[in-house]
């Protein structure tokens, strides 16, 4: 099984700052990787797959990039409607997803 | 717009057995491979079955199998997951989600709580 680790476990910003949450992988997931965000009493939302496509609707602001087993999640300039919780997923080998990051305001 | 309504979750006891359904709507539902996640109640996310567009095949985590079953009726917009023998590990959240060609997940359902507890 794949598993994916998270950092940070939760990282305090404030609007206007630049984010980048990282997610690395147990062995290579060549670029299939995704990006889901996640707020209080929501389902989780695809932002970001194969790595570096944006989903539908998404922001520029967020960018995704990596590959193998380093991924990298950057928010350019965080809105107030960002700060959530983020979770990285694999489809190499089956699905998998990290055990997420919180993004909260300093 | 692309609507997942779960229905049959609950309570109860281990070893119990438990279907969940998922109405949906907004989409060709025939086109689609379709799954179920869950989420434990420390926020983890799990996959846990998932069931082609033509119901010809199906995959399950290592987790469940044996255990639980995914279906799907294409006439009725429908997804299933007869949950059987349940576990108090198998207390979660569960989310309907379409899954998209490049096998990742673009719509989620609100989620069913399922509780297994004596």
């Known amino acids: 099984e794949v598993v994916l680790t998270q950092s940070p476990a939760t990282l305090s910003l404030s609007p206007g700052e630049r984010a980048t949450l990282s997610c690395r992988a147990s062995?290579?997931?060549?670029?299939?990787l995704a990006w889901y965000q996640q707020k209080p009493g929501q389902s989780p939302r695809l932002l970001i797959y194969?790595?570096?496509n944006r989903a539908t609707g998404v922001p520029a602001r967020f960018i995704g990039s990596g590959s193998e087993t380093d991924f990298t999640l950057t928010i350019s300039s965080l809105e107030p409607e960002d700060f959530a919780v983020y979770y990285c997923q694999q489809r190499s080998d089956w699905y998998t997803f990290g055990q997420g990051t919180k993004l909260d305001i300093k | 717009q692309v609507q997942l309504v779960e229905s049959g979750g609950g309570v109860v006891q281990p070893g119990r057995s438990l279907r969940l359904s998922c109405a949906a709507s907004?989409?060709?539902?025939?086109?689609?491979?379709m799954h179920w996640v869950r989420q434990s109640p420390g926020g983890g996310l799990e996959w846990v079955a998932v069931?082609?567009?033509?119901?010809?095949?199906?995959f399950y985590a290592g987790s469940v199998r044996g255990r639980f079953t995914i279906s799907r009726d294409n006439s009725k917009n429908t997804l299933f997951l007869q949950m059987n023998s349940l576990r108090s590990e198998d207390t979660a959240l569960y989310y309907c989600?379409?899954?998209?060609?490049?096998?990742?997940?673009?719509?989620w359902g609100q989620g069913i709580v399922v509780t297994v507890s004596s």
């Open positions: 989600v379409r899954g998209t060609r490049d096998h990742y997940f673009d719509h």
């Open positions: 069931m082609s567009y033509d119901e010809r095949n199906t």
């Open positions: 907004g989409f060709t539902f025939r086109s689609y491979p």
């Open positions: 062995q290579s997931v060549s670029n299939y």
């Open positions: 194969d790595a570096y």
